[in-house]
């Protein structure tokens, strides 16, 4: 039976080796502290530099994938700005996902403040995908995925967690050999969704026991809620 582990507080365990499942929110905190200057966002002069205390190479890229010299950044411009290890793209939902999440003004683009939380965040996320690749083939395979799932908390049954790894994989499987891995922008939308659809669960499990009575329409708001 798959289920998770009943907390009012968290629904995941930090883990000491990986530090923690990253968070949006700090991630962009912690920049807005740095510029504060953001609030309300307003496009950039690219002849007056970067803004004061942030990153030169950041701005530079952030600069470069910006060709339509707006001062902020649509999907697709933000998709270019953002690869893998093997310099593929992030998949589109994924971008969109993350547009999503620090899209914080809900303008439709990326500004340079909220791309830089969106870089930290996706720096946090590299370095929880390198400790559990254990094998360092730049994918992350089925026992890999299920290591990463539980040291978050999140306790998967074997038929639900090949049922992800098949979801997410960066390409069908084949009828013979293993199933193909999954990527590093899969990666981030697998665990991310698994974590939205958890929360969303544990807000609707009044009585903490991992049983919940929905609805026709509550269950496919919360389907819809996965990014």
Known sequence: MSYYTPNPTSTYAPNPTSSY???ATSSYSSNL????????????????????????????WFCAVDTDRSGALSVTELQDALVNGDWTKFDLDTVKMLMNIFDTD?????GFNEFAGLWKYIAEWQRVFKHFDRDHSGSIEGREL????????????????????????????????????????????????????????????????GWIQLNYEEFLKISLSAP
């Open 146 to 209: 299920a290591e990463a799932l539980r040291s978050f908390g999140y306790n998967l049954s074997p038929p639900l967690l090949k049922a992800l790894e098949i979801r997410y994989a960066s390409s069908a499987p084949s009828v013979y050999g293993p199933a193909p891995g999954i990527t590093f922008d899969r990666f981030v939308r697998a665990c991310v969704t698994v974590k939205t659809l958890t929360e969303t669960f544990q807000r609707e499990d009044h009585n903490n026991d």
């Open 33 to 60: 502290s740095r510029y504060p200057s953001s609030q309300p966002r307003q496009p950039y002069s690219y002849q007056q530099g970067p803004p004061a205390g942030s990153d030169p190479k950041l701005w530079k």
């Open 106 to 110: 809900r303008s439709g683009t990326i």
């Open 21 to 23: 499942l990253p968070n």
